[in-house]
């Protein structure tokens, strides 16, 4: 069974700083990965995904996320935070024949001015 | 690119009575189509798995006959929930996956509130 996993709830980092969110996947094949963030409130924005080719994946807003398969993990890195990107994070994980897609507990950012 | 519009956006509903939430894709077929709940502070938890003229298939702990799923067409699937009760307050979220951009899209989510 597919699930992901993102071991840290909050994070709080000052503006200007790099940024790492990590998450870990479990699933038999090769999974599709993705990163989204929501604003309180709001509905999901995709940041990135990784379906297969380069393991350094380029997202909107200067993010970066790399997949590493002997740590089944999909990081999501920044290397500068704007106050703009306090918001919730969530991995999420699917399998290629599109039948299942979970979603990671969520990391919730903080940005300290 | 895939759009999957959801509605309504928000309901206010009296405990006991059913609510229904539909999803439709705009421009294309979704012959799948996820519904996830999501509570206050925590992620999205999927409750089922709907596919296109067949039964849906419900996530371990998730009530069927509470959570009716319904995807009769290729462009439409809806969620009711039968007699409501105020813990079934939540925001409620369908996806759809675009297997040409081989993503998911979702639909803006229905905050219910059963009072």
């Known amino acids: 069974a597919q699930s992901v996993t993102q071991p840290d709830i909050h994070i709080t980092v000052s503006e200007g700083a790099s940024l790492e969110l990590r998450c870990n996947y479990s699933y038999g094949a090769t999974p599709y990965l993705f990163w989204y963030v929501q604003s309180p409130g709001q509905g999901l924005q995709l940041l990135l995904k990784y379906f297969s080719g380069d393991t350094l994946v380029q997202g909107i807003k200067g993010f970066e996320a790399e997949f590493k398969r002997s740590q089944s993990s999909f990081n999501l890195r920044k290397p500068s935070v704007h106050w703009s990107d306090a918001a919730e994070y969530f991995c999420?994980?699917?399998?290629?024949?599109?039948?299942?897609?979970?979603f990671g507990s969520g990391t919730k950012l903080n940005v300290k001015p | 690119g895939a759009v999957v519009s959801q509605h309504p956006s928000r309901v206010i509903c009296k405990s006991g009575t059913s609510v229904k939430i539909e999803c439709r894709s705009l421009d294309f077929q979704a012959t799948t189509m996820f519904w996830y709940r999501q509570f206050p502070k925590k992620s999205l938890m999927l409750m089922a798995t709907s596919n296109e003229g067949s039964k849906a298939t419900y996530e371990q702990g998730v009530e069927k006959d509470k959570f009716l799923i319904n995807h009769a067409s290729l462009t439409l699937s809806t969620l009711t929930v039968t007699s409501a009760h105020p813990e079934d307050s939540s925001f409620y979220i369908c996806?759809?996956?675009?297997?040409?951009?081989?993503?998911?899209?979702f639909g803006s989510g229905t905050r219910l509130t059963v009072v």
């Open positions: 996806s759809a996956p675009d297997r040409v951009n081989y993503g998911y899209t």
């Open positions: 999420a994980v699917g399998d290629n024949g599109f039948n299942k897609f979970y």
